[in-house]
Structures are given as C-alpha cells and as structure tokens.
C-alpha cells in the first residue's frame, strides 16, 4: 500500500473540509468584526427596535433596537473562546485519565471504562430528552439511542 499525499487523503473527507471552512469563516469574523459589523452590538436604537430582516438590518433587530447581525458576528468571539476552553479542559482532564486507564489494568480500569460509557450514554439520553420532550414523555428516549447503545457496546 502506498502513501498517499496530505492533499488526497484531506480532499475525501467531506465533513473535515466543511468543518474546516466553517472555522476558517469564524475566523474571518472573529479578525475583520469591527469591519463586517454595519452596526455597533452594545448601541441601543429604540426607534428600530423588532425591525424584521431587510437590507439594512440583515437579521433584523431586537426589543432594544440593536442589529442582531452585528451582535453575532461579535459574538463569534466569545464563542471561540467557550470552544477552545472546553476543548483545552476535556483535553487535560482526558488525556491523562485515558493513559491512566489504559497503563493500569485490571478491574479498576474496566470500573472506569463502564463509568466513561455509562456517562457518554447519559449524554444521549439527555439530548433525546430536550430534542423531544413530549415523544419523550410518551415512549421513553431508549428508541431515540438504540444505534449509539450498540455501537458503543459492540466488543469490536
């Protein structure tokens, strides 16, 4: 089997060049936000306060009057910063438990491995609760989850 170039084994992952382009963008906005932005996110116009979108307001405006458009793309900012904080604190928590477990065999390991499937699991349930609060209520969320259950279960 030969190797093949960085550029074909990246051009066949749809969802890596997507994500890619997706961060690219914030970047962009997260940059040139005080250039993109028409408006200010912290003025208050009451005179055009639930202004429908249009070609001034593209996202129309809120109860105070402010540009929802504006107030996103500043936004941008303080999302990045919430993503990489609880991508850099998963990490390090993570990281070290995972090599713990995997160096330290026997049954505190395989405890611990039920503990991380288990609560990566209670996830889903909880996501299935609030995507479907009354279906939810009706059948139970175990159907929503049954592929994740067995994917996560299977041995291989």
């Not at 030969?2 to 890596?16: D, E, I, M």
């Not at 962009?28 to 250039?35: E, H, L, N, Q, S």
């Not at 458009?69 to 991508?87: E, G, H, K, P, Y």
Request: proline share 7%; net charge positive; charged share 10%.
């Amino acid at each position: 089997m030969r190797p093949l170039s960085a550029q074909r084994s990246v051009a066949g992952k749809a969802t890596l060049i997507i994500g890619l382009v997706l961060l690219a963008i914030q970047f962009v906005a997260i940059i040139f936000a005080p250039w993109i932005a028409p408006y200010s996110p912290e003025t208050a116009d009451p005179i055009n306060a639930l202004q429908e979108p249009s070609l001034i307001h593209f996202f129309g405006t809120d109860v105070s009057g402010m540009d929802i458009f504006s107030r996103v793309i500043f936004a941008t900012r303080i999302n990045l910063l919430i993503s990489v904080t609880a991508v850099a604190i998963a990490f390090v928590i993570g990281v070290p438990l995972g090599l713990a477990i995997g160096y330290y065999k026997g049954w505190g390991s395989s405890l611990a491995m039920r503990f991380l499937t288990l609560s990566s699991h209670f996830l889903c349930l909880c996501w299935a609760w609030c995507w479907c609060p009354s279906w939810a209520r009706k059948y139970g969320t175990l159907p929503l989850c049954w592929p994740y259950f067995s994917h996560r279960s299977s041995p291989g």
